[in-house]
């Protein structure tokens, strides 16, 4: 009977009693002799758990991080250390591996070291449980806007247009050309989002996004994954809400699913999440009355600094923080315009030791108000007509966010630096 290591630590204690001819695959974590009895630690990545196997016999030294096939009978273990424990009859070396050249030994190595192996470093258990973490919160946000009727729509990772303005896309070539006009890797999905919600409610993408923006830190990536819900009817309120239950939710999760790694990578998520929540207004003023540090020379307008964010989240309030309702200027142009024209009704959501998650806005869905800002920002009107006809036809207010999934991860896993909670992190000046 093939089985898997995470197979045998879901058979109830008391009901497995010695069952025989079991296989299991995987490797070596540590191997050792005491006379004639070998010890193994086994493990096959599917649970972060080992399962000891116990064989009695000749067997040459098995290396760390080698493959074996072992065939056996699973009984209680005699250890305190562990409840199962296998005891083999077979023990076969499918691939050796050479201590001499492997790159990961079995002793401490930094996260920056295992950066530069991305085809190995996954077998280590600090990798490993960060993308078993992963893997539980893509369910947790399937799950979360599945039970409140959001349709996950895919949008195009191609496409004609600049969403966010920013300037910072990855054109797309071919030759001869394949396209009739320039193409670019999709920054986000929002406003193919914002079509398909104005058609069918409240819908969300989950999808890969790509900016070529020269940032060199532990919070860019130039591919990074974004959940983008957009959701007719919402007002500000409504979509600042929604964040912060996803969040919510995602934690409430990972605490529940996740209990063995969040053990291993020795974070405690604690018990509530709460959050403040401010306008811009109030933190400008803040920052301008911050004593220990100086941020006095900061004025209604300008964009506020990750230092700054950092100082309003991690030190003032010392909780998530939502701020809202920024300055027009610093913000994109479909953010809907505040009546007075000086803010847009938008939020960006903070959270502690991480900074921005999530940036979210109501959607400018007056023509007259959203084709003078376009034309303020010298956009190209023409490769928006489609984006302007949900103006057109059947105009509905609607709102909507993008929450950056690798910043999420690394709020729940504790970990510093975006590289290391992503399988094959792409960024400036690497691939
Ligand atoms: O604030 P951003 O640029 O917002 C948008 O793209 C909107 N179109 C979203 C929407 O309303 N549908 O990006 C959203 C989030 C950020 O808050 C951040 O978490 C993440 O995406 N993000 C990045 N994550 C990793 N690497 C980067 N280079 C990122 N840029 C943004
Ligand atoms: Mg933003």
Same mark, same amino acid.
């Given at each position: 009977?093939?089985?898997?290591?995470?197979?045998?630590?879901?058979?109830?204690?008391?009901? &497995?009693?010695?069952?025989?001819?079991?296989?299991?695959?995987?490797?070596?974590?540590? &191997?050792?002799?005491?006379?004639?009895?070998?010890?193994?630690?086994?493990?096959?990545?599917?649970?972060?758990?080992?399962?000891?196997?116990?064989?009695?016999?000749?067997?040459?030294?098995?290396?760390?991080?080698?493959?074996?096939?072992?065939?056996?009978?699973?009984?209680?273990?005699?250890?305190?250390?562990? %409840?199962?424990?296998?005891?083999?009859?077979?023990?076969?070396?499918?691939?050796?591996?050479?201590?001499?050249?492997?790159?990961?030994? #079995?002793?401490?190595?930094?996260?920056?070291?295992?950066?530069?192996?991305?085809?190995?470093?996954?077998?280590?258990?600090?990798?490993?449980?960060?993308?078993?973490? #992963?893997?539980?919160?893509?369910?947790?946000?399937?799950?979360?806007?599945?039970?409140?009727?959001?349709?996950?729509? &895919?949008?195009?990772?191609?496409?004609?247009?600049?969403?966010?303005?920013?300037?910072?896309?990855?054109?797309?070539?071919?030759?001869?050309?394949?396209?009739?006009? %320039?193409?670019?890797?999709?920054?986000?999905?929002?406003?193919?989002?914002?079509?398909?919600?104005?058609?069918?409610?409240?819908?969300?993408?989950?999808?890969?996004?790509?900016?070529?923006?020269?940032? %060199?830190?532990?919070?860019?990536?130039?591919? /990074?994954? $974004?959940?983008?819900?957009? $959701? @007719?009817?919402?007002?500000? %309120?409504?979509?600042?809400?929604?964040?912060?239950?996803?969040?919510?939710? @995602?934690?409430?999760?990972?605490?529940?699913?996740?209990?063995?790694?969040?053990?291993?990578?020795?974070?405690?998520?604690?018990?509530?999440?709460?959050?403040?929540?401010?306008?811009?207004?109030?933190?400008?003023?803040?920052?301008?009355?911050?004593?220990?540090?100086?941020?006095?020379?900061?004025?209604?307008?300008?964009?506020?600094?990750?230092?700054?964010?950092?100082?309003? @989240?991690?030190?003032?309030?010392?909780?998530?923080?939502?701020?809202?309702?920024?300055?027009?200027?610093?913000?994109? /142009?479909?953010?809907?315009?505040?009546?007075?024209?000086?803010?847009?009704? @938008?939020?960006?959501?903070?959270?502690?030791?991480?900074?921005?998650?999530?940036?979210?806005?109501?959607?400018?869905?007056?023509?007259?108000?959203?084709?003078?800002?376009?034309?303020? #920002?010298?956009?190209?009107?023409?490769?928006?007509?489609?984006?302007?006809?949900?103006?057109?036809?059947?105009?509905?207010?609607?709102?909507?966010?993008?929450?950056?999934?690798?910043?999420?991860?690394?709020?729940?896993?504790?970990?510093?630096?975006? #590289?290391?909670?992503?399988?094959?992190?792409?960024?400036?000046?690497?691939?």
């Amino acid at each position: 009977m093939n089985l898997s290591v995470s197979d045998i630590f879901k058979i109830p204690i008391d009901k &497995h009693s010695d069952v025989k001819n079991i296989i299991l695959k995987g490797f070596v974590r540590s &191997h050792r002799q005491t006379g004639k009895i070998n010890f193994i630690q086994l493990s096959d990545g599917s649970t972060i758990k080992k399962i000891q196997i116990v064989y009695e016999g000749e067997l040459s030294k098995l290396d760390y991080m080698s493959t074996i096939i072992v065939k056996g009978t699973l009984v209680k273990s005699p250890a305190k250390q562990q %409840d199962y424990e296998l005891v083999a009859d077979e023990i076969q070396c499918v691939g050796d591996c050479n201590p001499e050249k492997y790159p990961l030994p #079995r002793k401490y190595l930094t996260l920056p070291y295992l950066r530069q192996f991305p085809h190995l470093r996954m077998r280590c258990e600090t990798i490993s449980s960060i993308l078993r973490i #992963r893997h539980k919160m893509i369910i947790a946000v399937h799950n979360f806007f599945n039970k409140q009727d959001f349709l996950n729509i &895919h949008t195009p990772l191609i496409t004609g247009s600049d969403c966010e303005g920013a300037g910072e896309t990855f054109k797309v070539t071919s030759s001869p050309n394949f396209f009739p006009r %320039d193409a670019y890797l999709t920054v986000s999905g929002q406003l193919e989002g914002e079509m398909a919600a104005t058609a069918l409610g409240k819908i969300y993408t989950f999808g890969p996004t790509f900016r070529a923006e020269k940032s %060199d830190t532990s919070r860019h990536l130039a591919e /990074f994954w $974004m959940i983008e819900p957009e $959701m @007719c009817w919402y007002d500000l %309120d409504d979509t600042i809400k929604l964040a912060m239950e996803l969040l919510k939710y @995602c934690v409430k999760k990972c605490k529940k699913w996740c209990k063995n790694e969040l053990e291993f990578l020795k974070v405690n998520l604690g018990d509530e999440m709460n959050f403040e929540i401010i306008t811009y207004e109030q933190a400008i003023d803040i920052l301008n009355k911050a004593e220990s540090v100086s941020f006095k020379e900061v004025k209604w307008g300008d964009d506020l600094s990750s230092e700054m964010e950092k100082y309003l @989240c991690e030190k003032h309030y010392k909780m998530p923080l939502v701020i809202k309702n920024y300055p027009k200027e610093i913000k994109s /142009f479909y953010m809907k315009q505040s009546d007075d024209g000086m803010t847009v009704n @938008c939020f960006d959501l903070l959270l502690p030791g991480i900074g921005e998650v999530i940036g979210g806005s109501e959607r400018e869905i007056r023509m007259d108000k959203l084709l003078a800002e376009m034309k303020l #920002r010298n956009m190209d009107i023409t490769k928006y007509e489609k984006y302007i006809d949900l103006r057109r036809f059947g105009n509905v207010p609607h709102a909507g966010f993008g929450l950056g999934f690798e910043r999420l991860i690394r709020y729940l896993t504790g970990i510093e630096h975006i #590289r290391d909670v992503i399988p094959f992190p792409v960024y400036f000046g690497h691939l």
